[in-house]
């Protein structure tokens, strides 16, 4: 069944949604944004919103058994090639300046 992580509600119909909901077991999350020069505010609305947007359909699934979210392999571009990158949030780096993840997060939530 079609949908789009960029659209509200997954672009799915109420029906789609609804049987989605009755019969899935298993959601394996995998879908991204992950062009290298895509602009802030288009990586959050398919990475981060359209990953709130599963977890949504996901709460309402009946028979739910495991919800698997596979990430980029492009986080912490930014770093230096010999870097150790350790599973922590860093900050994020507009120039000279470091902005908030909230401050994005909240910019793009506004947009949508």
């Known amino acids: ?15 789609s949604e609804q049987q ?15 062009r290298l020069e895509v602009d802030i505010q288009s990586a959050l ?3 981060y919103f359209g990953t709130a947007a599963i977890l949504q ?3 309402g699934c009946k ?4 919800l ?3 990430s980029s392999c492009f986080v912490n571009m930014n770093q230096p090639a010999s870097s ?9 780096q507009l ?5 908030s993840c909230q401050e994005f997060v909240q910019v793009g939530y506004t947009l949508l």
């Open 1 to 15: 069944m079609p949908g789009d992580i960029t659209l509200p509600g997954l672009g799915l119909s109420t029906t």
């Open 84 to 92: 150790v990158v350790d599973s922590r949030i860093y900050p994020l």
């Open 63 to 66: 028979q739910l058994r495991a």
């Open 95 to 99: 120039g000279d300046r470091t902005a």
């Open 68 to 70: 698997v979210h596979t």
């Open 20 to 34: 989605l909901q009755d019969e899935l077991h298993f959601i394996l999350h995998t879908a991204a944004d992950i």
């Open 57 to 59: 359909l996901a709460q």
């Open 45 to 47: 609305t398919a990475n």
